[in-house]
């Protein structure tokens, strides 16, 4: 587990902020956002922000720490997620499949999702791995199909300019935004779904916040307003600018690479915010609205909770337990290794196996000794162990491990003692080209 530092309260007198950053990027956007999650965390709480979200693109890569960081700070954390939203399917490969009547539409769009609670950081979960898993094509992509079927738990925001709506309204298709606004005000909620409106100063921007903030009202739609954070202060912009020059493999010096328009995209203060929109000041307490509806802890398993979630493993009929059946595998398995067994080897395994036994990880080792066991008769390469696995004659007996801890005195300890009650973890290594084949192999068994 990280070291999740608190950090200083907000200097004396600082008034409690009664607006919420809920569009947050991080250094886990990859070569886009500057700053680390203690910095940004860091910042709001000298703000005296009770609240932060973080919506990093395509992924969920710093949510855990996210999330713990705040909480150790007092700090409500709002998970999520800036997504790409395929125009069409998130399997289809094609990006020029447009008629003229669509022609101002992206092919990826951009999506803010935030957890309410524990179902909604699920579904944000299944979102993001489908992303990868179903929709990779330059970027992680999701669908409405995905959207119908995970939105529950889930707030969404239609997202900076990029976003599906303020393009339609880009291109003056004013018909089509409204339509677009009511199909996702229906999927997520009257209470879930908000119109989000920015102002960087970017000439799409400006065109596009009062067609915005017209739909909203007409439809009846609540409004925030967001800063697309991709750095905590406003002196990393030049950083920030370098990290996009390494992403996108161009030079500072080059005057047609892809570039922010100003300075102005860092985690601003509660005042600099109301200066955005002041005739709207429903903008900034919406903000506070959608702090309110997250509520979320994510759920941490102890040990046993995460035994309870392993498959049974399904032994010999012969055999009454698992543990009688890893006993009988231990002892072929030390006479096929070492031919005479010594009063010491059986002593080293018998200590182990009580210790295993003891606590309950038999069905672990019969799993990972019934996957290596295929790969290994089904011509995948497997490595010969690394880590504190190696340490276990068990693991040896078994050939789980192809390294004797005798020969190289490997301590049983470090990798599972009852004084640490935790679950075991083999560190397996595997051909690249045999390894879907192996995943498959545990997914049919």
Request: hydrophobic share 35%; aromatic share 12%; proline share 4%.
């Amino acid at each position: 587990m990280a070291d999740y530092h608190e950090f200083p309260d907000a200097p004396e007198g600082t008034p409690e902020s009664k607006f919420v950053h809920l569009h947050v990027h991080s250094d886990y956007s990859l070569l886009d956002g500057c700053s680390k999650l203690d910095t940004l965390v860091a910042k709001a709480k000298s703000l005296n922000m009770k609240a932060l979200a973080l919506t990093d693109h395509g992924n969920m890569f710093g949510v855990l720490n996210f999330e713990h960081l705040c909480h150790v700070n007092k700090i409500n954390p709002i998970c999520g997620e800036e997504f790409y939203v395929s125009e069409g399917s998130r399997k289809e490969k094609n990006p020029t499949r447009y008629s003229e009547q669509t022609m101002h539409k992206k092919y990826n769009y951009h999506l803010i999702l935030l957890c309410k609670n524990a179902e909604g950081y699920k579904n944000l979960c299944w979102l993001s791995s489908l992303a990868f898993t179903e929709g990779l094509y330059y970027k992680p992509r999701i669908d409405f199909e995905l959207l119908e079927k995970y939105h529950e738990g889930l707030i969404c925001l239609s997202a900076c300019v990029a976003g599906e709506l303020p393009q339609a309204l880009l291109a003056d298709d004013d018909k089509g935004a409204e339509e677009l606004a009511l199909k996702y005000q229906n999927l997520f909620g009257k209470e879930n779904y908000f119109i989000e409106v920015q102002d960087h100063a970017i000439k799409e921007e400006r065109y596009v916040a009062p067609k915005l903030i017209a739909l909203a009202k007409k439809l009846d739609i609540p409004m925030v307003v967001t800063n697309d954070i991709h750095y905590a202060n406003q002196d990393d912009a030049e950083a920030q600018d370098a990290l996009l020059c390494i992403g996108t493999k161009r030079l500072i010096t080059d005057t047609d690479r892809m570039k922010f328009a100003n300075d102005s995209f860092y985690l601003k203060t509660e005042n600099e915010m109301r200066m955005l929109f002041p005739d709207y000041p429903e903008l900034i307490d919406n903000t506070m609205r959608v702090a309110q509806m997250c509520n979320l802890v994510i759920p941490q398993y102890k040990t046993q909770e995460l035994k309870d979630c392993l498959p049974v493993y399904q032994i010999p009929k012969e055999f009454v337990t698992q543990d009688a059946y890893v006993l009988h595998l231990v002892e072929n398995g030390l006479k096929k290794r070492y031919g005479t067994v010594t009063p010491e080897i059986v002593k080293r395994a018998m200590y182990e196996l009580g210790i295993i036994f003891q606590m309950g990880f038999s069905g672990y080792f019969l799993i990972v000794w019934d996957f290596i066991n295929w790969s290994k008769t089904h011509d995948v390469p497997i490595g010969p162990g690394r880590g504190s696995g190696a340490g276990s004659l068990v693991a040896y007996a078994m050939t789980i491990t192809d390294i004797d801890p005798f020969k190289y005195n490997l301590i049983f300890e470090r990798f599972l003692n009852p004084e640490r009650v935790s679950m075991p973890d083999f560190d397996v290594d595997m051909c690249f080209e045999g390894r879907q084949r192996v995943i498959q192999y545990t997914r049919d068994h």
